[in-house]
């Protein structure tokens, strides 16, 4: 390799990896409970393993909720529906462990006033982004990411050229960067494993997987991309697919899966910093998520505007404060305005309002919003609207609302006003 070049390295895992499937009940029971009650508290952990599901954690609400229905719906659709699988949708148990929210964490947060509404927790929250793609995402990330995403695809398919495929699986990306530009040169290094079904030969298999891998996933994956970022496969990438050989039992029985163990894949995949906290099955009373999605907003709308070619943003709360504690901001040299990255922090301050209840109130939060999010990252996604159902009590209505809302860039020229750009 060029020593004027460096390496970076994202992974991503799809929506049948045993974690990812804890993440997206949790965040399918959330959703429930906000369809029938948009004031529902809700912090739910799930635990699968082979034949089990246990779903736990606290929430407060009017409604009422059939946990275990959801729970099977959601392992269904990911495509856990044979006995062959040692994880099943229809046979596999379902116990269930929540009680209500802390009295002494709901009075941190319960105000008279909805815009007093303290922080849920303290914490530290970060948002990031960078000129690698259109999504202002780091590319290892978003690769990783899309190629699960077009395998699911091909999965799904009738007549599927990869008819073997299982749901679990999980992908690689390594870039190489030109270390004076920080620009993305080409793929280096992809890594692929997908479970499958049993073949007759160990070798065949390794021989059909590898072959469709390079013949149809990868070609179909270069064809969604922008021309830029498909130039960037120039035939000499090292490829690895199912390095170990074989992979039939994956999923929950291949390994236990748990909520909130992802949390890198959920976000920048190693590029940025995170404050720790994660997403899937909280509220957005929960700073950990609503203000991890408000400094993304801030971040990609500020490098959208040319204020710098990369930014992290740095948010932190008090439990039971609404006002945030800091701003911190690093544009890693790439600051393009006369302000210190100290001022931008301040000017953000003063021009974006980050406490919690303005966070839910712009992005629309407290809508059944988030089982999208839990598979194939939170951030870099496109912003739709979608007809949704809820419930006022046993009465059932449609309602249109819009989800990754902190993903639009509506605030591109606030933020050069703000940053003294014209």
């Known amino acids: 390799m060029n020593t004027k070049h ?128 259109d999504e202002y995402m780091p590319l290892p990330v978003m690769l990783s990411h899309r190629t699960l995403q077009v395998l699911s695809q091909i999965r799904r398919e009738e007549n599927s050229p990869m008819p073997y495929l299982r749901p679990d699986a999980k992908s690689q990306f390594t870039i190489e960067y030109d270390a004076a530009t920080g620009k993305p040169v080409r793929v280096h290094t992809i890594v692929l494993s997908t479970q499958h079904d049993e073949f007759d030969s160990d070798a065949a298999m390794a021989r059909r997987i590898r072959r469709d891998v390079e013949k149809v996933l990868i070609p179909r994956l270069i064809a969604t991309l922008r021309p830029a970022t498909a130039a960037l496969f120039k035939g000499d990438y090292i490829l690895h697919v199912n390095p170990t050989g074989k992979f039939v039992i994956g999923g929950p029985a291949g390994d236990t899966g748990l909520t909130g ?35 993304r907003y801030i971040a990609k709308n500020m490098v959208a505007a040319g204020v710098a070619d990369e930014m992290m943003v740095q948010v932190s709360y008090a439990i039971g404060i609404a006002e945030p504690c800091s701003i911190f901001v690093n544009t890693f040299g790439t600051n ?87």
């Open 261 to 295: 163990r992802k949390i890198i894949v959920d976000t920048y995949g190693g590029r940025s910093a995170h404050g720790g906290g994660a997403f899937s099955g909280k509220d957005p009373s929960k700073v950990d998520r609503s203000g991890a999605y408000a400094a």
């Open 6 to 133: 460096y390496l970076f390295t994202s992974e991503s895992v799809s929506e049948g990896h045993p974690d990812k499937v804890a993440d997206q009940i949790s965040d399918a029971v959330l959703d429930e409970f906000l369809r029938r009650d948009s004031n529902s508290h809700v912090a739910c952990e799930t635990f699968v393993s082979t034949g089990l599901a246990l779903v736990g954690g606290e929430a407060s609400s009017t409604a009422y909720v059939d946990i275990e229905s959801i729970a099977r719906k959601t392992i269904s659709r990911i495509g856990y529906t044979k006995s062959d699988y040692q994880f099943d949708a229809n046979s596999c148990s379902v116990l269930l462990a929540l009680h209500e929210q802390s009295r002494d964490i709901a009075r941190g947060v319960d105000r008279a006033s909805e815009d007093d509404q303290g922080a849920g927790d303290q914490g530290i929250m970060f948002g990031y982004a960078s000129r690698d793609g």
């Open 336 to 422: 393009h305005t006369g302000l210190s990255d100290a001022e931008i922090a301040e000017a953000i301050g003063r021009a974006f309002d980050l406490r919690p209840a303005a966070i839910i109130r712009k992005f629309g939060l407290k809508n059944p919003i988030y089982l999208p999010t839990a598979a194939y990252g939170h951030f870099g996604r496109k912003p739709y609207k979608k007809k949704v159902t809820f419930f006022d009590g046993e009465k059932e209505y449609k309602k249109e609302v819009e989800f990754f809302t902190w993903e639009k860039l509506d605030a591109k020229d606030l933020c050069r006003e703000i940053c003294g750009m014209k």
